[in-house]
């Protein structure tokens, strides 16, 4: 069962009390943020499978945590309730964890701090984080610990607070309970962005662009321009990155949905969710070499996105289905015509030394069209040499290297020579890039 789990650092100081609110939140004049923060965020109503850990170190336990711990600038005991007893009254239906911690700066200190904190987290839980007395590295520490745990125990960050005692209105003794989550979900897109301009995979931008805008457009009736632009942008990018992860060539040559994700690009110009602002002018920087009608060499544009991605399966599938295609291209034969774009292998096969010229009759119907083919000025000893090495490539990746016939190629030369062939293909076809 998912769990709700509050974690805050009690300090040492000594509290004054105020009201704390946050929207139309108030809460009574106490001395604890974490009381106040525990009623704005609704835990009475939290279940007894829920969390509260008061994380404490030796001096804060004396003097925060138990009763009559603080004393005034004469030495004098003053009689006021500690934490522990003023969270007892909330009369919370979950267990209050008070939780001794390490004190110091080491690196050995933090490090047993942040491992602490995470043992106490379960998989799936919902995480709650007040950072107000969470003192020098605390509060970067527990940012880090709340991204680790989304990935290492699949921990959603629901809430980051910090009571602004500071900056409390004195006329009315009324301090705000700052939000501060905003900064995770800004992890958040730095690390979806990463994971899209490194793999190419725009999953994680939908999820996030989606949980920004669906607010948006519930309360607007989905009659919000800006968020449903956005909605399509994301779903069109999606399909677009999905083309060239499933190898879906006609659509990549026809620019099936390149033209419409430029198009809602220029629409957008510049989002409502602005961390997202930066990623588009990224996706119009790595989709300008894409032509907005059907053209071949949109093949050889995806194949070096790939390359540039680290999908090196898909940029050898989509680098010599293209080669082929331009050679059907050039000789009348449909490029989705699979029968006839056999006829071009059997040419690249004859020009290369691989198959005897009387087994034409027998082997294919088209000996003509074959023979037209092979007459291709396009067609040199260096192009049938870069395509032969890229089919090598292919099919070794497809094999998974486990041909007995064939020495196995390694990892780093698959790379290397990839990216040399592709570009050999693509400068012998259309000249150039440079």
């Known amino acids: 069962m998912t769990r709700k789990v509050f974690i805050s650092f009690l300090g040492t100081g000594n509290y004054k009390p105020c009201h704390y609110s946050r929207g139309e939140f108030i809460s009574d004049e106490i001395n604890f943020i974490q009381e106040a923060t525990l009623e704005y965020l609704g835990a009475k109503q939290w279940n007894s499978n829920d969390a509260v850990y008061i994380m404490l170190t030796k001096d804060a336990r004396e003097k925060n945590w138990i009763d009559n711990g603080q004393k005034n600038k004469d030495g004098n005991i003053i009689t006021q309730e500690g934490l522990c007893t003023r969270l007892a009254k909330m009369g919370l239906p979950m267990r209050v964890n008070d939780a001794s911690t390490f004190q110091g700066s080491d690196e050995k200190t933090i490090m047993r701090v942040f491992m602490q904190m995470f043992d106490l987290l379960n998989e799936g839980d919902e995480l709650y984080l007040d950072i107000t007395h969470a003192f020098r590295y605390l509060p970067m520490l527990m940012v880090v610990l709340a991204n680790y745990a989304k990935f290492v125990k699949n921990v959603s960050i629901k809430s980051i607070t910090y009571g602004n005692w500071e900056g409390r209105d004195e006329a009315t003794n009324t301090a705000q309970i700052e939000n501060l989550t905003m900064y995770n979900t800004l992890l958040d897109w730095t690390a979806a962005t990463a994971d899209f301009l490194h793999s190419g995979n725009a999953s994680e931008l939908k999820n996030l662009s989606f949980n920004e805008i669906k607010p948006i457009l519930v309360k607007t009736s989905g009659k919000d321009n800006d968020a449903n632009s956005i909605r399509q942008l994301i779903n069109i990018l999606v399909l677009f990155t999905d083309d060239i992860l499933t190898c879906r060539g006609l659509n990549i040559i026809n620019a099936t949905n390149i033209v419409t994700l430029k198009e809602q690009l220029d629409k957008i110009g510049t989002s409502i969710i602005k961390p997202l602002n930066p990623i588009l002018d990224k996706l119009r920087l790595s989709i300008q070499e894409y032509k907005e009608a059907t053209n071949i060499e949109n093949g050889f544009v995806a194949a070096i996105w790939c390359l540039e991605h680290g999908m090196y399966q ?9 080669v082929i295609s331009v050679i059907c291209n050039r000789h009348g034969i449909d ?29 294919n119907p088209k000996p003509a069209k074959i023979a037209e083919i092979m007459q291709d000025n396009l067609i040199t000893k260096d192009f049938i040499s870069a395509f032969r090495s890229l089919q090598e490539i292919r099919n070794d990746i497809n094999h998974a290297g486990m041909r007995r016939s064939k020495m196995p190629m390694a990892s780093s030369s698959i790379k290397y020579k990839l990216k040399e062939r592709i570009s050999a293909l693509h400068n012998l076809i259309f000249g150039d890039r440079d």
């Open 314 to 322: 898909q940029a050898a599938t989509i680098a010599e289905e293209t």
């Open 335 to 363: 490029i989705d015509d699979d029968q006839n774009r056999e006829v071009v292998g059997y040419a690249f096969y004859y020009l290369a030394g691989e198959k005897q010229q009387l087994e034409w009759n027998n082997l």
